[in-house]
């Protein structure tokens, strides 16, 4: 069906004679279209109509006041705009271009939700790959997240890492500091007791001096001034020796 441009009854496809009297519905000839000539005696009193009602075509020919056969022309010779025009095929019925037409609808149709349906794929496709991007880009910025944070983790475990070696620095030096210290008060508590020591080893050498001296100067003393030797006894005064037995 064309819609975009003036057509013709007469060169559409749904164009049929109706006859009143017995209700039938006959086929629109070559004879009629071209010349409004209704030649079959079934014709002589039909009246022209659109098998699918897209105008009143016997309203119009009954509202023209001229002779026939012109009455007939002066309406399916009019160009109208119609949206239901069916270019006339040879050969075929009214009702045959109808079934063509619906087929043709129903093939444009199925045509339509092909595409319809494509589009909505590759839309999915599309919406599908943007989410996948998506994803990706918050997989790649978490990823990297977590590295920043197992960074600073690491950075953060070094740095208690040099503090805790600090610290056990500082306690070993505070440590040596005071073995250095207690060894410095121990040297000066030996070399205190070593004064000491020497000091009552001077004394006792002192006291021991004068005990040798005082004897010394004692026995001197005594040399000095010597008892009176006794004489031996005279001889006569000697005792007789006892005579031995015989």
């Known amino acids: 069906m064309d819609s975009e441009k003036k057509v013709k009854c007469a060169e559409c496809g749904f164009l049929l004679l109706y006859n009143l009297d017995q209700g039938e519905k006959l086929e629109a000839d070559s004879h009629y279209r071209s010349g409004g000539h209704r030649y079959a005696q079934r014709a002589k009193t039909a009246e022209p109509m659109c098998l699918v009602l897209a105008c009143d075509l016997r309203d119009e020919v009954i509202a023209v006041r001229l002779p026939e056969p012109n009455r007939q022309l002066a309406v399916i010779q009019k160009e109208r705009d119609c949206s239901s025009f069916c270019v006339l095929r040879p050969g075929l019925t009214p009702k045959e271009h ?29 919406d599908d790959a943007a989410n996948a991007e998506r994803r990706l880009a918050s997989d790649r910025a978490w990823q990297t997240e977590q590295k920043q944070i197992e960074t600073e983790r690491q950075e953060q475990r070094k740095n208690d890492d040099r503090e805790w070696q600090k610290q056990q620095e500082d306690d070993k030096r505070r440590w040596q500091e005071q073995q250095k210290n207690e060894d410095r008060a ?41 008892k009176p030797v006794q004489a031996p006894p005279a001889p006569e005064q000697q005792a007789a020796p006892i005579p031995l037995s015989k």
Do not use: C, H
């Open 98 to 126: 109808l079934e063509m037409v619906q087929t043709e609808l129903l093939r444009q149709e199925i045509e339509n939700r092909r595409i319809a349906d494509e589009q909505r794929a590759e839309q999915r496709r599309k």
């Open 186 to 226: 121990w040297q000066k508590k030996q070399e205190a007791d070593k004064r000491s020591f020497q000091k009552w080893m001077a004394i006792y050498a002192a006291i021991v001096g004068l005990i040798v001296t005082a004897i010394t100067s004692w026995a001197g003393l005594n040399n000095s001034n010597p």
